[in-house]
C-alpha cells in the first residue's frame, strides 16, 4: 500500500527533480548525524510536484508508518508539526538566495498546526506546501497534510520562519 505501489506517478523533472534530490540528501545527512528526521526509507518520501513560482509550491508524498503514531494508532500532532517543519524548511532552501534563508531554510518564529482529521497508521499522504511571502528576514508558509487516496485534507498549517543567515556583503 506504500507510496511504490504508485507506478503511474511522473519522475519529477526541472525543479522537482532538484529539490528532490537535494532534500533526499539533506534527510540522508540528518539521519547519518542522528538528527531528528523524517526516515525517508521507511516513509518512502518523495517529490510529487514543485514549482519556483511565485509562488513557490511543492508537493511532497509519504508513508505514515506506525512509529510516527500516537497510542490511537493516528499520526501524532508532534510528527505531524515535525513533517511541516522539516519540508517547509526544504522548499525556503530550494529558492533560498545568497544570505537569504540559504542556512537550513531559517527557523521557525511561529508554527501554527490544525488538525482536521485523523491521519491512520499504513496510509499514504501528500503534503503541500506554499511559500506564501518570503522577504529578507521573515517568511510565511501554508502546508496542507492530505490522504493522497482521496485528498481530503487532514491537517492544515501556517508556518512564520526567521532567516538566520549573516547578512550578505553584495549590494542590490
Do not use: Y
Not at 545568497?98 to 490544525?114: A, K, M, W
Amino acid at each position: 500500500m506504500g507510496v511504490d505501489s504508485d507506478t503511474s506517478a511522473p519522475k519529477p523533472e526541472g525543479f522537482a527533480k532538484s529539490l528532490d534530490a537535494r532534500g533526499l540528501q539533506l534527510l540522508q545527512i540528518d539521519a547519518e548525524h542522528g538528527i531528528w528526521s523524517i526516515d525517508r526509507i521507511k516513509t518512502k518520501i518523495r517529490v510529487e510536484s514543485a514549482t519556483e513560482g511565485p509562488p513557490a509550491r511543492a508537493t511532497f508524498r509519504l508513508f505514515v508508518t506506525p512509529n510516527m503514531c500516537n497510542p490511537m494508532g493516528n499520526l501524532h500532532g508532534g510528527c505531524s508539526a515535525t513533517i511541516i517543519d522539516i519540508l517547509t524548511s526544504l522548499l525556503a532552501l530550494s529558492i533560498s538566495k545568497p544570505g537569504v534563508f540559504e542556512l537550513g531554510g531559517g527557523v521557525s518564529r511561529n508554527l501554527n498546526v490544525t488538525f482536521l482529521r485523523p491521519v491512520p497508521a499504513d496510509t499514504d499522504i501528500r503534503v503541500v506546501v506554499e511559500v506564501t511571502q518570503m522577504g529578507k528576514r521573515f517568511a510565511l508558509m501554508r502546508t496542507e497534510i492530505r490522504r493522497a487516496e482521496d485528498n481530503v485534507v487532514c491537517v492544515l498549517s501556517e508556518h512564520q520562519k526567521v532567516n538566520i543567515d549573516p547578512p550578505s556583503r553584495s549590494k542590490l
